[in-house]
Every structure is written in structure tokens, then in C-alpha cells.
């Protein structure tokens, strides 16, 4: 069976068959949660967000005039409404990420060295954090999903310069909290 398009099911759902609808969020439902996750730092608020960006999308997918892909539209959504639960969120207190552990352990290394790795991981989430939403955003964006700067302008409406500078700053922020938590 040959899939449909992601704009081939918009226009499904347009004309009222909800498999459409059905169908984009089986495709995006994980990478919209990993967009998430990263910007929340917990899996129960990456869920909520989840949930909401799904929402908003069946409310407004009518409405959707195809004028970038499917995909840029989404990930604008699902970033705009996790920096928005971002800021909503009234302390800052870092929640430890769940480790999955498959790319930091491996069985060649010492119990010491994995330990290590884990304490190292835990650091850095901590470090990202700290970012201010912006940063955290242009950060994660090109670390995480390894965008080109010019694919996080146009999702973000933004300029490249502006967030090579953002993405710069967040670096050396990250740089000088790990410098300092592992003295």
C-alpha cells in the first residue's frame, strides 16, 4: 500500500476524514514529544506539551494553506507552545532526565567510566536548562535535531546571524556551568 503524503492527509482532513488526522500523528506524535522533551526536560510535561501541540493542530489544520511543509509548520507549533509552557512554568528546578542509557553505556567501559558519563549527562542537561528559552530553543534545535541555521530561521522567523549569536551564547553558557560543576 502506497502512503499519502503529509499534504495529501491534510487535504483529507479538510474534507472531513479524520484518518487523515489520524495518520500525521502517528507519523509525528515521537519526534513532536522529543521536541518537547527537550525543551521541558521532564517526560510528563514533554507529554502535556505533546498533547496540547495535537490539539492546536486538529483545531487549526483547516486552516493550514500549505505554505511550508507540513513538518516546518508543526515543528513551529510544537516549539512555540513548549516555550510557551516554558515560561508558564513557575519554578526553574531542574528534573533529572531519565536515562536511557544505550548511548552512554557501553559494555567496554568500566562501572567508574559509566558513572561518569551519566554524572557528565546529568550536568549538561542541567546547563540546558538554565538557557533562556531562546537560546535553549536555537540550541536544541541544531544540537538535538542537527538543523542548518537556515531551516531554524525559517521555522523560528528569524535571522541566521541572530541565531548563530544565540546558539554561540548558549554554547559558552553550557561550557562555562560544566567548567564549573566538574572542578
Request: charged letters at 30%; glycine letters at 4%; a positive charge.
Amino acid at each position: 500500500m502506497i502512503s499519502k503524503s503529509d499534504l495529501e492527509l491534510v487535504e483529507d482532513f479538510k474534507h472531513d476524514k479524520v484518518e487523515g488526522f489520524n495518520e500525521l500523528v502517528k507519523r509525528y506524535q515521537q519526534r513532536v514529544y522529543w521536541i518537547a522533551r527537550r525543551i521541558m526536560g521532564s517526560h510528563q510535561e514533554a507529554d502535556d506539551v505533546t498533547q496540547d501541540v495535537f490539539v492546536r493542530v486538529y483545531e487549526s489544520l483547516k486552516k493550514f494553506r500549505s505554505d511550508s511543509s507540513f513538518y516546518t509548520w508543526l515543528y513551529r507549533v510544537a516549539t512555540n507552545i513548549s516555550l510557551n509552557a516554558l515560561r508558564k512554568k513557575k519554578s526553574r528546578e531542574f528534573v533529572t532526565l531519565e536515562h536511557a542509557g544505550t548511548a552512554l553505556e557501553s559494555t567496554s567501559d568500566s562501572p567508574v567510566e559509566q558513572l561518569d558519563r551519566k554524572e557528565y549527562q546529568v550536568v549538561l542537561e542541567k546547563a540546558i536548562q538554565r538557557l533562556p528559552p531562546k537560546q535553549k530553543l536555537v540550541f536544541v534545535m541544531r544540537y538535538y535535531e542537527e538543523m542548518p541555521y537556515e531551516k531554524i530561521a525559517k521555522i523560528l522567523k528569524r535571522s541566521v546571524g541572530g541565531l548563530k549569536a544565540n546558539y554561540f551564547h548558549a554554547v559558552k553558557k553550557i561550557q562555562g556551568y560544566v567548567l564549573k560543576e566538574t572542578e
